[in-house]
């Protein structure tokens, strides 16, 4: 949605005011996201250490 259209619609007085609050949540939902996507990473290397065999990734394991 264009930014002028959201400040009209919120009722608020100036754009400044309406692209303050959706870049705050901007920064917010993208720190909640990458956090996730750190975490994922983490548990997939967890889960590649524990099984080698399922990944295909032998290097952990004995031969």
Not at 49 to 63: A, I, L, Q, V, Y
């Amino acid at each position: 949605m264009p930014i002028n259209v959201a400040k009209d619609f919120l009722g608020h007085k100036s754009i400044a005011m309406t692209s303050h609050i959706y870049t705050h949540l901007s920064v917010d939902a993208f720190a909640e996201a990458s956090l996730k996507v750190i975490n994922f990473q983490h548990a997939q290397q967890r889960k590649k250490k524990r099984n080698p065999s399922e990944t295909g990734d032998t290097s952990n394991s004995r031969k």
